[in-house]
């Protein structure tokens, strides 16, 4: 039963495997042991994590890193999938834009945005969270979304044509990078959960949405 829950820690962030046999609710209690107890080896950094073994919904993994966030100084900036390679890269991508947007006193925003909250820089942003219909974001840098899109965002504020916006729910009411404004369809497609994608304008002019691949990252502006 001690080994219900396992922590594994690697250059790439941090593994929490589950035992498939045991209870949401128990591995619940046990996560929140463990971590309490693992708080000063595991210390103040930010960090990615991805789950194994016992398979969660969306709501049950936001509890678990809501009960690390509780117990122990890590922050988590990003949720991976530690079988999806994409994702790794993107992760990879994030921690070197939070880090330099860090130093360039970009505006860095920890939690979800309801309708009618709005965040305006005159350099990047990094939401560490949802951007929630009503919501709005708008940067004369780049914008990354460490969660769901799906209120209004401007990258690219001043004019810059080369920003992008990156997101790992990308269903945007309106996108707009620099000049260039894009809605989303008014017909409901099936949803694509867990997709990194990134919208840039293309060679035409056009803002153009598509999944994050090796070949963008090393395209980036960042």
Not at 4 to 24: C, H
Not at 90 to 111: L, P
Not at 145 to 155: M, N
Request: proline share 2%.
């Amino acid at each position: 039963m001690s080994g219900s829950v396992v922590i594994k820690g690697s250059r790439n962030g941090i593994t929490l495997v589950l035992d498939e046999n045991e209870s949401y609710e128990v591995l619940k209690e046990k996560v929140e042991k463990k971590f309490k107890d693992s708080a000063k080896f595991l210390g103040n950094a930010k960090t990615a994590l991805s789950f194994d073994g016992k398979k969660l919904t969306d709501e049950q993994k936001d509890e678990i890193i809501k009960i690390i966030s509780d117990n122990t100084e890590l922050e988590i900036v990003c949720l991976i999938d530690h079988s999806d390679e994409a994702n790794e890269v993107f992760k990879n991508a994030i921690e070197k834009q939070v880090m330099e947007a860090t130093a360039s006193n970009a505006r860095i925003h920890k939690g979800n945005l309801r309708s009618g909250q709005a965040i305006e820089s005159d350099t990047g942003i990094v939401v560490l969270g949802d951007v929630n219909p009503g919501a709005s974001l708008v940067s004369k840098g780049n914008i990354i979304v460490l969660g769901s899109l799906r209120g209004t965002v401007w990258a690219g504020a001043g004019g810059n044509t080369s920003c992008f916006v990156l997101s790992t729910d990308m269903t945007p009411m309106q996108i707009r990078i620099a000049d260039t404004i894009a809605r989303s369809p008014d017909r409901k497609e099936a949803r694509e959960q867990n997709t990194l994608k990134i919208a840039v304008l293309d060679e035409n002019g056009s803002i153009c949405i598509s999944p994050l691949t090796k070949d963008v990252i090393g395209s980036l502006s960042l």
